[in-house]
């Protein structure tokens, strides 16, 4: 299997840092195949802008989805992006790696997200009729491949928790495994959180890593959160709101794109 | 009124800027005054590194907290960060305003929340005892002061409702208005969302800058999202879990930390 490893933490030395070099090891020992994006490393731009586009007139407007998506027609998206684009098409695993900052991606990483997915490669695919919203949300061109997050944070597993203050942890990134990971096609893993990393002894590292180790041996047979696919019958187009009674009991707002069905 | 407008669109005439002026327009015409921190022109640097502490040794190890907190009680915070932490300072009313990329944040605006939460600014504040928490979710150095988010989506309203397949707008914003404005202080006010701006027409713009005026007329006035305190007794200290039976009927996950008899 093909892995590619988007990493987004500013220090080599850090516990992120070894928790990656743990996960690669063991995926090499399994025979796979491992790439990695080490954003800091590589000096990632974070930020899109009109240099993004060296096809667009210098004194234009910059309509950012509409330059993405004639830039990537033409073959015109600057090296660092096809590179990436490339990485991406190569994977069958693509793993987000990075420390939770503000319950969110660093904004390196949701620089590369903004970056990396052209319209007409991420987004805008595919028929728009009364049966079909584009392929999204488990169709695209990232469809059949896998993904998953590995997250690190400061706080306690408690204060992510199902009643916890920071509010829950799946809750908190849905709108990385939902809106960017389901979005264009990848089948979502449940996302590995390692907690309070900033008081993690020796012992603590050990247990972690090994978690994460088995969590590597695991990614092909993983059964990947259970979203709904779009264009399968259990949306209303163009309304795109989920028909009435298929949620499961309990569940509102965002989980209720969760087919507990399937889980 | 002081009122700080953080800005994070790359094109000066977009819609995006085009209600920002409107918005410009209608608070200083009622008396108050008006800065606004326009990410982009300024070029702000979007990723948190070694560079943003001058006073880290060259081949340090960078932890981010700690040298965050070293940088902000020692005043050797970069020039671009204590102007902004000043910015904060004198705002009454803080408006962070930019298109939903990817369901979040744009990432240059997501580095200016990395970049100018300094600890011992935004967190990292106050007394851990077993009565509270530090100084978070409604306490701390932004308490007393409003904050609101301006977004604009391309998508449309249903898609984004209780039932849509993007999942509830207010519950995607959470890891923003809950986990970034209310933690470091700041009571929030419901967002103002645009939809489908990518195919708005004249007439759409005018209503559309018109509901927006009205909310910044209102500002002083709108009844903020009713987060709940952390150190008000809502919370078991230190699982940081809400005690049992406090939610409303049905909330369950993000919803629980809405008290509904404020709201």
Not at 3 to 9: C, K, P, R
Not at 16 to 34: I, K, S, T, W, Y
Not at 124 to 140: A, P
Not at 149 to 163: C, D, F, K, N
Request: aromatic share 10%.
């Amino acid at each position: 299997m093909n892995v590619l490893i988007v990493f987004a933490h500013p220090d080599p030395r850090s516990l992120n840092a070894a928790l990656r070099d743990e996960a690669v090891r063991e995926l090499e020992a399994n025979g796979h195949e491992v790439r990695i994006s080490d954003l800091y490393r590589m000096e990632w731009k974070a930020t899109v802008d009109h240099d993004d586009f060296p096809d667009l007139p210098s004194g234009g407007r910059l309509r950012v989805a509409q330059a993405s998506r004639e830039a990537f027609a033409a073959g015109s998206l600057t090296a660092d992006v096809a590179g990436e684009i490339e990485k991406l098409r190569w994977a069958d695993t693509v793993i987000l790696q990075f420390p939770l900052w503000w319950f969110s991606m660093p904004a390196i990483l949701k620089g590369w997200i903004e970056r990396v997915y052209a319209c007409g490669f991420a987004y805008g695919v595919g028929e728009h009729s009364d049966r079909r919203w584009g392929d999204r949300y488990g169709e695209g061109n990232l469809a059949g491949r896998r993904a998953m997050l590995v997250v690190t944070a400061g706080g306690w597993e408690s204060h992510y928790g199902e009643r916890g203050i920071n509010g829950p942890i799946e809750d908190l990134l849905f709108p990385i495994t939902h809106g960017m990971l389901h979005y264009p096609g990848f089948e979502v893993l449940p996302a590995f959180v390692a907690y309070r990393v900033d008081r993690m002894d020796e012992a603590g590292f050990r247990r972690t890593a090994s978690d994460l180790r088995a969590r590597m041996r695991a990614l092909a047979e993983t059964p990947p959160i259970p979203y709904r696919h779009q264009n399968g019958g259990d949306y209303l187009i163009p309304s795109m709101e989920l028909r009435p009674g298929l949620e499961a009991d309990g569940d509102r707002g965002i989980r209720m794109h969760l087919d507990r069905s399937r889980g």
